[in-house]
Structure formats: structure tokens, C-alpha cells
């Protein structure tokens, strides 16, 4: 085991130092061997079959890499995977994870705390911001006592898609998501949701904020929404998947002011802070309720003195995905983490600045996430799909999403590797766009 993984430590250390140069979309993907062959191989032809895997692969590490989500992976994250996987422990039950299991409660409740959400503040960690929204909300409408009941979901326009999906799993048709529209900022418009909420007929399982939308990443006024659910009783839920990360830096938590007056929150680490896919969490104000609406008898497993993982969420076999988390956070630092959202909100400007006086709509909210597209009346189909291309000649890659009926070209400067040259590359492509 320790000799396979040396030698897996000279051949990331060869790629790793390529990866700079690698642009951040390959060209062309040839795959290894799929089937196992007739004998098992050794280190080195392992090493081999693992080649052709990093060459077609998405590249974080380029300078130019702007499209998503995905920054590069924390290293310290990436530490804390390798030593989860030979750990091989079990979030399902106590005596799988002792330690481990402990570990995520602590730092959950934490970083609730952290967050606004209360002393007795805490929850569960899962594979992903989708399946902790669909967490949440089950949960949500388990307190309310709406199980199998028709009810309603309100969020604004711009809400991911993980809210229509998790209406899907709880078998409420796609009607029951209430779009509520938003200001010229693409914040949810909270007068807007109190006049829907006043005639609504349904019972409501659930009002969500979101805190940072993903096109363009804007803010709902949380403050002003929790209001109004604390006004009529209402279970709010801050989809943070993006934003909610500002809230454990003094310096940049009134970005998302009153999240913590949430009843439930998610938050994906796994975005803006880098921590190896995948770091996603669900947070409550009062975490029994997880268990409370999860629990089903284990019967082969030790009781435990509080509930077991498995209890307390969709999964029931889950690594501890805690390990990479703590030990990013830990390696970070809060002076680490306050640089790293700094940077980004810094390089965000710079961007925005430069295109400002370029003719372009740039509906863009006030997090790292930069979105534009010309000015003029007609379909930016072809330019976004051009310019697109050009940007990738040059290594630098954006996403193209729809949005409104329009396309876009969005860039997330969550990449601590981008830099001042990355900027003026992309500025000058897009300038020259425009002109011819
Ligand atoms: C990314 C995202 C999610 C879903 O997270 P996954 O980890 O991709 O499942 C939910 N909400 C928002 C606002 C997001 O940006």
C-alpha cells in the first residue's frame, strides 16, 4: 500500500507540474482499457492506465480555468481524501466512524454556530448541495406536518435546480415550485413574496432564500425574507451553496447578512473554498428534526447515545467527508479563508471594471461570479458560442449559460490562479468581439 502510493506521489508530482500549461478543456480524450485484464497489474502499469485519464481531463489548475464552480482543490482537502479512503470509515453508524462521526457533529455545529444559526445549531454532511436541498426539505416538510399532503414551495426565478428536483422526489408536481420574480439585481423581490404568500391556498412547506444564485450570483435579501416567514410561521431554507461560505469570515459575512436566521441553510464547500469534491452540508437551527424526519430502525448495528449518521439524512453508507473539510479549514486558517474570498471578490472587480465600459448587459450580483453579454437587441447565440471558442484557443475557459432566453459568457474568479494577464487576455478577446 505505502510503496503503490510513493509512486503515486512521482506521478502526480510530474503532472501536477504540467498542469499549469495543460489547457483547462483537452482537446481529445482517448480512454485506457476499460475491462480488467486476465492478471492484476503492477504499480507502473497502473501509473500508465492512469495517463491517459489526466489528459482527458477538466484541468482546475490552469490559470485560465473561469467556467464553473471548481476552483482548484485545496491541498490539504486532497491530503484529507487519501487518508479517508485508506481510513475506510462509515458515517452510517457510530461504531463505524467513533471518532470521525464525532468530528463531523462537532465541526458542523460549529460552523452553524458560525453562521448565525443558534447554540444547539448543527446537521449532516452528503454527497452534494443537490441532495442536501432535497435534505432539507423533506425535512422541512416533515416538521410541519405536510407528509404526504399537496403543498407548496416558494423561491425566486433565478433558484437552482435542485429545488425542482427535490419537489420530483417528494412526488409534488413541478407547479408546486411558486417562482417569485426579482429586482434588476436578481434578488428576490420580498414585497412580491408576501403578496403571493397572502393569497396563497396551499399549505407551504417551505419559503427558500438563495444566497448567491448561480448565473449571476446575487444575494436575496435574507433579512427582510425571514420577516416575513417568521411573521406567518413560515420554515425558511438558505440555499447557500454558493454564498453561505462569506459567513465564516468576519470580514465578508455581511455579504449574507441574516443567514442565520434561517430554520435550515445548505452550504457546499466544495465551491468558492475548494475542498475536494464532495464537501456539501446541510445545517439546522434544531438538528433533531434530521433525525426526527430520517430515523429508521438499524437493526444490525450498536445503539447509539445520539442518533447514528444513517438516521440523519438520505445516505446510509457515506465516507467521512468531514476529514478533508476540517483539515482544509485547518490549513486555511481564518486569515486563509478571509484571503482566499477576498481574492476572488478582488479579481471579480477588476474583471467587472475592465468590461464596464464596454457595450454589454452585465446582470451581475456583487459575489465572485462575472456575467455579461453585448448590448444589442438581437440572439447572442452565435456570439457567446464564438467567443467562446476564441477564449479557449487562448486557455481561457468560460461557461455559457442561458439565461432569460439570452446567452451569456459568465466567469467565476474563484481560481486563485488567475491572474492580472488571464484578465487582459479575456478583456481585450471580448473588446475585440464586440467591434468586429
Ligand atoms: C451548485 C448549487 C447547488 C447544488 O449543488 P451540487 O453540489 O451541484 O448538487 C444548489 N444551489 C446552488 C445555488 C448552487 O449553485
Known sequence: ???????????????????????????????????????????????EDLDPV????????????????DPPPNPASV?????????????????LSPLLSQLERRLLGWIGQRLGLGEDAGGIMASGGTICTITALVTARHQRGLDGQQACLYASADCHNSLAKALRVMGLPAAALRLVSTDDAGR????RLDQSLEKETDPILAVVATAGTTVRGAVDPIGPIADICHRRGLWLHVDGAIGAVCGLSQRHQELVA???????????????????????????????????TFSAPLAYMEPARIAHGGDCGLQGTRPAEVLKLWLGLRQLGQQGIDELLDGALQRAQTLRQALAPLPLAMPSGNLHIVCFRPRTAGSSEAWSRHTREQLLDQGLMLSRPRYRGQHYLKAVLGNPFTGMQQIAALVDTISASLSS
Not at 489526466?54 to 464552480?69: E, I, K, R
Not at 434561517?262 to 433533531?288: C, Y
Open 188 to 191: 428576490l423581490d420580498p414585497h
Open 79 to 95: 491530503v484529507g481524501e487519501l487518508v479517508c479512503a485508506w481510513l475506510n470509515n462509515n458515517m452510517l453508524a457510530e461504531e
Open 54 to 69: 489526466v489528459l482527458g481531463s477538466y484541468n482546475p489548475w490552469h490559470p485560465g480555468a473561469m467556467a464553473h464552480l
Open 1 to 47: 500500500m505505502v510503496a503503490l502510493i510513493r509512486q503515486a506521489v512521482t506521478w502526480l508530482e510530474r503532472w501536477h507540474g504540467e498542469a499549469p500549461q495543460r489547457s483547462p478543456l483537452p482537446s481529445s480524450i482517448t480512454l485506457p482499457p476499460v475491462a480488467p485484464a486476465p492478471w492484476g497489474l503492477d504499480a507502473t502499469r497502473l501509473m
Open 258 to 292: 441574516h443567514m442565520g436566521r434561517a430554520d435550515s441553510l445548505t452550504m457546499n464547500p466544495q465551491k468558492w473554498l475548494g475542498i475536494a469534491k464532495a464537501s456539501a452540508m446541510v445545517l439546522l437551527r434544531q438538528p433533531q428534526a434530521l433525525a426526527d
